[in-house]
T-cell receptor, first 114, second 110 residues
Framework: DTGVSQDPRHKITKRGQNVTFRCDPI?????LYWYRQTLGQGPEFLTY????????KSRLLSDRFSAERPKGSFSTLEIQRTEQGDSAMYLC????????????FGSGTQLSVL | RKEVEQDPGPFNVPEGATVAFNCTYS??????FFWYRQDCRKEPKLLMS???SGNEDGRFTAQLNRASQYISLLIRDSKLSDSATYLC???????????FGKGTRLHILP
């Protein structure tokens, strides 16, 4: 399968714990995006990378959130000291970048903070 | 005004009917536009790009109105399988920010 893959598919954690999600983009895609989606809402932009460089972070991304893409391939999103409000679907997407910005999404990681 | 706005619906439409919905955007610098489809509990998938001249793909037609800052999606001869949430996507080429609308839910009724 050469699509975008995310791991884990589901994560249940207790409030205050740290969690880390992984995203493997399509191999030739140099852009990687993280979005968060809650029920009934569209995906909300969190951050994106051009190769290994993190080019933009949303104001939604508090200092408890950090994302990395160390070698310009896979990316990790870490949430420290999780809160119940962090419960959401975390979606990763990749693209070839300009001029073709068509996004290909992974299946997401569903986070539930108890 | 929100950057990208959509009527959340739901639109309940009988099978075979034609349905259309719009998406408005606030930033006139927006350059690229797309429609994505999202099925329940699934990831969004690209449905079609929206070109300045408008474009058609089978039963689906997308149009852009830059003067009024909206894009539209028209679905003809709707099928039960068209039931989904349709997400409008706008890209501000100035900073390559990709913004999603909240989506319009469509239910095709048998």
């Amino acid at each position: 399968d050469t699509g975008v893959s995310q791991d884990p598919r589901h994560k249940i954690t207790k409030r205050g714990q740290n969690v880390t999600f992984r995203c493997d983009p399509i191999s030739e895609h140099n852009r990687l995006y993280w979005y968060r989606q809650t029920l009934g809402q569209g995906p909300e932009f969190l951050t994106y990378f051009q190769n290994e460089a993190q080019l933009e972070k949303s104001r939604l991304l508090s200092d408890r959130f950090s994302a990395e893409r160390p070698k310009g391939s896979f990316s990790t999103l870490e949430i420290q000291r999780t809160e119940q409000g962090d419960s959401a679907m975390y979606l990763c997407a990749s693209s070839q970048g300009q001029p073709n910005e068509k996004l290909f999404f992974g299946s997401g990681t569903q986070l539930s903070v108890l | 005004r929100k950057e990208v706005e959509q009527d959340p619906g739901p639109f309940n439409v009988p099978e075979g009917a034609t349905v259309a919905f719009n998406c408005t955007y606030s930033n006139s610098a927006s350059q690229s536009f797309f429609w994505y489809r999202q099925d329940c509990r699934k990831e969004p998938k690209l449905l079609m790009s929206v070109y300045s001249s408008g474009n058609e793909d089978g039963r689906f037609t997308a149009q852009l109105n830059r003067a009024s800052q909206y894009i539209s999606l028209l679905i003809r001869d709707s099928k039960l399988s068209d039931s989904a949430t349709y997400l409008c996507v706008v890209i501000l080429n100035r900073d390559d920010k990709i913004i999603f609308g909240k989506g319009t839910r469509l239910h095709i009724l048998p």
